[in-house]
Every structure is written in structure tokens, then in C-alpha cells.
């Protein structure tokens, strides 16, 4: 038998419950444990006064509170920080914190490298090692609050870092749940937003599991031209996709929208015809889009749209009647912006040969 002790610090107070439950507490301790973890930020049993002191020897001997390791701190000069995070296996990922004027963002991973490999993203370029846990997620949001005491705490949390989230589904779904709990984070659905390339089936899952934002890594309107930038989309087609926006938000009784996300690339995806090809696809569907102007990184030869192009392109979504934002461009001083997140594996999977810059 495994004398391993059990990390808490990914537990949702249901399996708190259960937990102390099983050692024979009663299950309110889980409420105050819960609390010490993820308002005050104490991973220490002694320093949870409310515990009584054989409860608290019982803890150490068989469970810890472990969030993962800031191995390196990057920050760029508008404010952005992005957090080099090393795991227990020896990969490394990567969070951004983004400061904006009412809110503190936090961009989490999901997964050690990404499987999806799209061409417009350093990560996919790595390739994939594993899954993240529900503690190595939660522990990025616990990092990024209580790490050091100088910053404020994180208002939005968007699961748009490494990895396909959807793919890691059943920690992504617990994660989420804990950062909802009034007990601990008691951020509400707006404030969570989990972004997907498309895996259907788990979009099909998503509002059964828990209420959260939806954000589509979209980028092209034709399966021609997403089957090369966005490769799922050939297990994974457009209109399948577009199916399971219209039944995530029949879920919700049109009191919801989602976020379409388009990283625009020059010469590839950010013409005109498409902009109208992209209005049409959308036509029925409650959604903002949010374009995203490509950032570099090493290996690509993907090069960033044109001012006046990206400004047409927005001009003929808005005339079109779709709330239409540009994404401001935060972090690339430090590779911490849109599509530049890469880490460390320990077995990386690099030298794929990515999609040549070319004209459609």
C-alpha cells in the first residue's frame, strides 16, 4: 500500500466532504479548510488555528496542500507577468497575470505542451507530454494570489494558456467548480471563461458540468483554410461546431452569448471575402468576436496582418452587426502574449514542420 500523501490543495469542498468523511471528521472541517486554502492562502495545517491539534497531526500524516513551483518571473513593461510554473514531473508550463484597468487577468494551462498543434501557436509547435491535474490548474490561480503579497488579487481567469482544455475535461470541470466556490475564489460564470478549438462532444458536455463562459479558437470560416490553421477541425468540422454553439446556447434560453476568437495572420485568413464568409457562418449564433493580431515566435513564418487590413476586417463585422473587439496586444516583450506560450518539456516534441506563409 501507497504510503503517498494525498495533495488537498485541488479538492472541491464536496471532496473535502468526503475526505474527512473517510478519515472519520466531521464534514464541516472541510469549510474551514477549504477557506484557509484558497481566501487566506495557508498551505501550512499548523497555522489553521481552528483545527484542533489532533486533527491537525492526523492531516500531516496523511495529506499536504502543494501548489506547483515558480521556477522563473517575466514582466513586461505595461504590466504584464507571465510565470515560468515548474510541476512535480519536471515540465514546465506557463501563466500570464494581464492588469487592465478594472480587472486582473489570469491566463492558466491546462495541459504540458498541446496536442492540436495550430499553426499560429508557439505551444502546438512543441507538442504534448500530459495532462495537468486539478491541483497543478487551481494552483496556478492560487499562485498568482498569494505568492507575493503585493499584488492584488486575480478578478477573470481564462483557460487560454497551454493545452486544449476540453481535453483535459474532468480536471478543467473540478478546477472551475473550485474557483466558483463562495468558500474559496467565488468568481461567478463571466469571470471564467474556457476557451476550445472545438472538441464537440465536450462542448456537448460542458453546461451539464458547470456554468462557465465559452470561448471558440475559431480563425477561419471555411473548412478548407481551418483544416490547415486549426488541424482538429478535420475530425471536428465546422458545421459540427457550429451545432454545438447553437445547443450550448438553446442551454441558457438565448441569455448568453459566446466569444469567437480569430487570430488574424496576413495574407492567410484576414482578407476581405473572408471577414463576409465569417459574418455569414456567425449569422445565427449569439456571439462577440474578439480579433486577436498574430504574434511571432521562433519557427514561424506566419507574419502579423496589416494595420488597415485588420481595421477593415473589424469595420465589416461591425457593419454586419456583430460586436467586434481588437485584442490589445499585452506581453510579447516577455513571449507571453497570444499563441506564444511554450514552457518545458522534459520529452518535447519539436521540428514539426509548420504551415508556410502563403496567400489564398
Known sequence: MSN????????????????????????????????????????DFDEMSDLNKNLREKLK???????????????????????????????????????????????????????LQCTFCATGAQGFERNLSADEIIGQLWLANFSDKKNSPITNVVFMGMGEPLLNFIPVIESAKLMKEQLAYGLSRKRITVSTSGITPQIDQLCDEVDVSLAISLHAPTDQLRDEIVPINKKYPISE????????????????????????????????????????????????INLI???????????????????????????????????????????????????????????????????I
Open 293 to 359: 493580431p498574430f504574434n511571432p515566435f521562433d519557427g514561424s513564418n506566419y507574419r502579423r496582418s496589416k494595420q488597415n487590413n485588420i481595421e477593415e476586417f473589424k469595420k465589416i463585422l461591425m457593419n454586419k452587426g456583430f460586436i467586434t473587439t481588437l485584442r490589445v496586444t499585452r506581453g510579447d516583450q516577455i513571449d507571453g502574449a497570444c499563441g506564444q506560450l511554450v514552457g518545458k518539456l522534459k520529452k518535447s516534441i519539436k521540428g514539426k514542420k509548420l504551415i508556410p506563409h502563403k496567400s
Open 61 to 115: 500524516s496523511i495529506a499536504l496542500i502543494k501548489p506547483p513551483q515558480i521556477e522563473e518571473v517575466h514582466k513586461s513593461s505595461e504590466g504584464t507577468i507571465k510565470y515560468l510554473i515548474k510541476l512535480e514531473s519536471g515540465s514546465m508550463v506557463e501563466m500570464v497575470r494581464i492588469p487592465e484597468k478594472k480587472r486582473i487577468t489570469l491566463c492558466i494551462s491546462s495541459q504540458a505542451g498541446c496536442a
Open 241 to 288: 461546431l457550429i451545432n454545438s454553439c447553437k445547443k450550448y446556447l438553446l442551454n441558457y434560453d438565448g441569455k448568453r452569448s459566446i466569444t469567437i476568437e480569430y487570430v488574424l495572420i496576413d495574407g492567410v485568413n484576414d482578407s476581405e471575402e473572408l471577414a463576409i464568409k465569417l459574418a455569414k457562418l456567425l449569422s445565427n449564433i449569439s456571439c462577440k
Open 4 to 43: 503517498k500523501k494525498v495533495n488537498l490543495l485541488g479538492y472541491s469542498l464536496k471532496s473535502l466532504e468526503d475526505f474527512f468523511n473517510s478519515i472519520e471528521e466531521p464534514k464541516f472541517r472541510a469549510k474551514q479548510l477549504i477557506k484557509w486554502i484558497h481566501q487566506k492562502g495557508v498551505l
